[in-house]
């Protein structure tokens, strides 16, 4: 009984109560209801210890309920288009800042003809400068150019006055200044004095998933109505690897600028205009493994050269990771059937020891949406495998992947960005967020849509969506 919540406990209990008396009426004659009623309206202490009995509960149930947890909406940042990083421009650079080896500079531009980016991804702004260093100013540079741009359009859309929120979170892998991001926009917009701030790093790509499920936590903490703004970024300009470490230069070629900001609320006011209600939450961590630890870790190498090592285990440990972390959401989301077939394929390989592989769940059948994690054209590709995805399902990440590259932790908001502007997402759909991190970090979030896409002025798609599908990437 300890492991369960009062609202759990008392949900029970009437669930008891509703069943008890269903028995009765099915066990009990007419005539033995009728004298039952007549002696409580007779007997008025009974009837009124009844009431006021029902009247306890009915205020404890409503008193401790929790207000669902709503996504109010969100904005992703576009940088401008002089910020454009295609083949050419990267090419440039590095031959300019003459701080690669000629085998360096092949290895590069291999991994990045096979990576699936398009030429228009964006880059910091160090990248287009003379000096070519990477220096504090171009990384704050850039994280004030995505947080603001898109905390202003998300205050503009939702009309929410900046003096209304309760909490501000912000995450950002590797880029930590002093003082943090998170009171760089508690100063930017003068926010109130008795806010909780929350900065969270080195988290990598799955901490835009985990900083909403901190928000959903915060806000069924407590029972007043409250709102918390959840900013998601990451900074390239000093990540960017100068050395001849082949498993850190691979990040030079996949990631690319990205911001997004969402407004998460308990306010049950808002619900007719909020996006998407949160159904559900998880996150798993493999931390303890060795090997899940250091698939993807921030190091010197031989020359004193800082960078990001993404081991060639990679894509092992993030399957090993997704399948633990399956094993405790499948359960919680996937119809009947679904579970039944799954007991009785594994079943059938114990008995047929081993012999016989179980049967992969269907997880489009419990979700009508995936946003799932665009790392890489690797990861995608091993993810659709184990998950047995179809080119349709991994469109979103693939299309994502392709025009912004991998914007870490925001991603999962630009492939939410593309089913708007695609017009996908109905009334009542599902959707699954799913995404990767250091650590190693699994995230799952699952939303119930409240309306009909809507594709907004400032969605990142709008000036491209026509051209998406592409055939090849």
Known sequence: MKALTQIQLLQATVAALLTATVLLRSILSTTTINLLFHHLSQNQILLLSLTWCLSISLFFYFSLRRHPVLLLDYSCFKPEFDRKCSFEVALYFVRRSRRFTTVSEEFMRGIYLKSGLSDDTYAPPFI????????????????????FSAVDSLLSKTQVDPSRLDAVIVTCGSFSPCPSLSSLIVNHYKLRSDIKSYNLSGMGCSSGVLSIDLAARLLNKSRAIGYVLVVVTESISLNWYFGENRSMLVTNCLFRVGCAAAIVTNDPARRSSAKMELVRSLRTHNGADDASYRAALQEEDAHGNVGIALTKDLVRVAGEGLRQHLRILGPRVLPVRELLLYAYSFLSRILSKGEMKPVVPNFTAAFEHMCIHTGGKAVITELSRLMRLGDDVTEPARMCLHRFGNTSSSLVFYELAYFDAKGRVKKGDKMWMLAFGTGFKVG????????????????????????YPVKSW
């Open 444 to 467: 799952s979030l699952v939303w119930k849509a409240l309306k009909d896409s809507k594709n907004d002025s400032d969605n990142p798609w709008n000036d491209c969506i026509h051209r």
């Open 128 to 147: 287009f400068q003379t000096d070519y260093e990477a220096k504090l100013e171009s990384a704050t540079q850039e994280a004030k150019e995505g947080i």
